[in-house]
């Protein structure tokens, strides 16, 4: 309900850091929830996921590959 009052979202991967929580884990599963939001809700027009560097950018860029292969 609270989307669609916004046009764009930003996911920071915060707990991967601090709390441990696995990167590649947290990627798949906000890569999956963006991807079906946006497919049943075309007002989402910008998506930032927020890392901290090139290892997490790396991790969601293979989430992103497998997600998109099957």
């Known amino acids: 309900m609270w989307m669609r009052y916004f046009g764009s979202l930003a996911f920071p991967a915060i707990n991967c850091g601090a709390y441990g929580y696995p990167m590649i884990e947290a990627a798949l599963i906000a890569l ?6 946006i497919d049943s809700d075309s ?9 901290f560097d090139q290892t997490g950018e790396n ?10 292969a099957g």
């Open 32 to 37: 999956n929830k963006t991807v079906r939001q």
């Open 43 to 51: 007002r989402i027009k910008k998506v930032l996921f927020v890392l």
């Open 59 to 68: 991790v969601y860029r293979t989430a992103w590959a497998k997600m998109r």
